[in-house]
């Protein structure tokens, strides 16, 4: 039953699209047309009263060539009906783009829709590989190995050795119940801003020893493993943080961020702007209790890492912080939930 009403539902939208379109390039006759037509009869009984009424010895056959008479006659005329050529089409077509938006929008949410409600009926392929993410979401809860952002990617690389075996490693105990990260030196700024990025690609070094020592360290693991969770949820409705280009903002509207403010004043931080990701987003958050849960609970998270962060952070890596891929997260599921309204 939850299949037919979908397929009826996205039938439905399609036939209305079709509808929509061939309605906008049936358009008839309008205030334009009228216009022109009422000009035209204007002016030919314009140049026929200068004719016949005028003198015989001064009407304009007696002074004015035939090719001008001739030209100045039809330009008028031309140059009117190209006007209401022109003013038609663009009314055509601003007609068009509304109806056609309004179709799209009509069939993405019945997509979703039907989505939500039998994920069964989705491609097999389109099936395999979401339950393929979940299920290395679930075994990697530590770490996140080789997080791939990117759509022109066509498949996510396999999870490597060394990644694996940090997601697994515990941490030995000191003497007297002390434990590792209890005296573990502070993690470095720029490593912290690294790991947030995540590993490019299983080759990334740089950014695994980033991950591994972010891991290690109690407070920025939390965040990171919030991160990876609210990541890979929003890639299985294929929002990936790299497609995005928010408006960045500027560091002391993240400083204020940081000290309590909160709504319009620090509205800058929502900078992302790409509307089908805020749709789908909005639309996961207001349907999917996990996803919702997840969400709130990264918002939490990395407010509270950002308000540590922002007292001994310079401005550069503020602005280094604010163009990861967890950030940018922040930006979207933010705006999402209200927090810079």
Known sequence: ????????????????????????????????????????????LLVLALFLLA???????????????????????????VGTSALRSARVMRS???RLQAAIDSLRHSYLTHAHQNPAAGEPTVSQKLEEIAETARKTETALATFQSSRHTPTRPAIPAEAS???????????LGTQAADIAPPLPAEQFIRALNFPETAEDEAG?????????DRKAAKVVQAAQDVLTLLSQDGIYMDDLRPDMARPEIWRQFAQGARGRSVAALGGVRDRTSLALTSARMKQDPIFRDAAHHFLRRFDRMFSEFEGEASDGEISALGDTRTARAFMLLGRVAGTFD
Do not use: C, N, Y
């Open 55 to 81: 003198p015989a010895d001064q009407g304009l056959a007696e002074w004015m060539p035939t090719l001008l008479t001739a030209l100045a006659v039809a330009l008028p005329l031309v140059m009117i009906w």
């Open 96 to 98: 068009e783009s509304q």
């Open 165 to 175: 075996k940090l997601a697994t490693e515990d941490q030995g105990s000191l003497a």
């Open 208 to 216: 695994f020893t980033a991950l591994r020592a972010a891991l290690k």
């Open 1 to 44: 039953m939850q299949t037919s009403s979908g397929t009826s539902q996205t039938a439905s939208a399609q036939s209305q699209a079709g509808h929509l379109a061939a309605d906008a390039t049936d358009a008839g006759m309008g205030t334009a047309e009228l216009a022109a037509i009422l000009l035209s009869v204007l002016w030919v």
